[in-house]
């Protein structure tokens, strides 16, 4: 899995690319200290995943995500970041990002978030999930909304994001949104499982 690393602290940066070295079947291709240059390495180097950092001097990570996103479809974005504000997690997933973790995240969930971005599995930390919970429930508590059952109706289907979106003639990157935020609700950090959490609280028919 080729991994491109972008974080504007030289540092940090230097730790990650050493932390994921360990990996024999991960490999850095590329560094970069803002956004910009995230973007265009992607475009050169066609990673299967850019570890963003979000807050960094000129085109910040979330805006680098939804250009990377929308112009390369099938390289993941995973954001690692120190920021779990709530703006910055629904500006990271609103611009398609795969998942978003934390800094302090253990080694060895670190490296399991970024195989599972590098799939475009979803990965999250579970202190961002659980705002995630917060920001989507309302007067309805932890319901899906149509829009997220129509999603996860298609996943039960077996389609891909991709699919899913031609079906619902809306984009890849909304349908990533619309499968983090079922899945905070859910109580769920992956595709299969939350398909059979729904079909267990009766949000999806059985087969």
Avoid: C, W
Wanted: charged share 25%; hydrophobic share 45%; no cysteine.
């Amino acid at each position: 899995m080729r991994v491109i690393v972008a974080d504007d602290h030289p540092v940090v940066r230097a730790g990650i690319v050493a932390l994921l070295a360990l990996e024999p079947d991960l490999e850095v291709v590329g560094e970069a200290g803002d956004g910009a240059r995230a973007v265009a390495l992607a475009h050169e180097l066609r990673p299967d995943l850019v570890l963003m950092d979000l807050r960094m001097p000129g085109t910040d990570g979330a805006t680098a995500t939804a250009r990377i996103v929308d112009e390369l479809p099938g390289v993941h974005v995973l954001v690692l970041t120190t920021y779990e504000t709530d703006t910055d997690i629904l500006r990271a997933v609103e611009a398609g990002a795969t998942g978003y973790l934390l800094k302090d995240t253990p080694r060895g969930q670190l490296v399991a978030g970024v195989r599972a971005a590098s799939r475009g599995e979803s990965a999250l930390s579970p202190s961002v999930a659980r705002r995630l919970v917060q920001q989507v429930r309302g007067d309805h508590g932890e319901r899906l909304t149509p829009r997220e059952r129509e999603v996860l109706a298609g996943v039960a289907r077996g389609l891909s994001n991709a699919g899913v979106g031609r079906e619902l003639f809306i984009t890849e990157a909304t349908v990533k949104t619309h499968l983090l935020r079922a899945f905070a609700k859910l109580g769920v950090d992956d595709r299969t499982r939350a398909v059979t959490v729904a079909i267990e609280r009766g949000i999806l028919p059985g087969a």
